[in-house]
């Protein structure tokens, strides 16, 4: 049973780019959250979603940021127009259950804003 | 909202001697407390959580106590390994979001 994957690892963007980043939760799992990370700093929560609904989208700045989990595929974490604050790491767990379900986190997306 | 406060920041411990690392919350609805532990680079793992319907749990050099009247809970490690060393984040559930505490970086010194 793979872990939780996301992709890409590193992500190198320039101010006003998009940036698209990709979490595949574990099989059975239809719950999604997806946090940022500065550095030496905690997880911050941006938003909770299940197949196909934004549960929580509460952490998330209402501007430039976007999430989805489509009944097939992926979910999505889409930065528009990046800027320089947008660079930290950013994580995405998932759980098979809600709401005290486990969770289990992703390697990570690593985005730096050039 | 949820305020998770966590307490040290950083600790060093000698090997073999016990690390203890303490959170406080806010939110009395927060119902579930898991542990979690990040080495450099990588992802968070869960190590232990515990529910509010309980106030102690072990998993073997591990545990994890929680005092729902208090607001607190903490995270005990005994017979500490240098493998032991990493970040330890705790977290608070409620109203369908996790809150993280800001994270203690722990040092077991060989």
């Known amino acids: 049973n793979a872990g939780v994957m996301q992709n890409p690892r590193h992500l190198v963007r320039r101010r006003g780019q998009e940036a698209r980043l990709r979490c595949s939760p574990m099989k059975g799992h239809s719950h999604v959250y997806w946090y940022r990370q500065l550095p030496e700093e905690g997880l911050k929560f941006m938003v909770y979603?299940?197949?196909?609904?934004?549960?929580?989208e509460s952490g998330m700045p209402k501007e430039r940021f976007s999430a989805e989990f489509p009944k097939e595929g992926p979910s999505i974490l889409r930065i528009q127009q990046v800027v320089r604050g947008d660079s930290a790491a950013y994580f995405c767990?998932?759980?098979?259950?809600?709401?005290?379900?486990?969770?289990?986190f992703g390697p990570g997306t690593r985005l730096t804003v050039t | 909202g949820e305020n998770v406060e966590q307490h040290p920041s950083t600790l060093s411990v000698q090997e073999g001697d016990s690390a203890v690392i303490k959170c406080t919350y806010s939110d009395s609805a927060s119902n579930y407390f898991p542990w979690y532990k990040q080495e450099l680079g990588k992802r968070p793992q869960l190590i232990i959580d515990i529910r509010s319907n309980v106030g102690e749990k072990k998993d073997q050099r591990i545990a994890v106590t929680l005092n729902k009247t208090a607001k607190h809970f903490s995270l005990h490690i005994t017979e500490t390994q240098p493998e032991d060393s990493a970040v330890y984040f705790c977290a608070a559930y409620t109203g369908n979001q996790f809150y993280f505490g800001t994270g203690t970086s722990l040092t077991v010194i060989p």
């Open positions: 767990a998932s759980s098979p259950r809600a709401p005290l379900g486990e969770q289990y």
């Open positions: 979603l299940q197949k196909e609904n934004i549960i929580d």
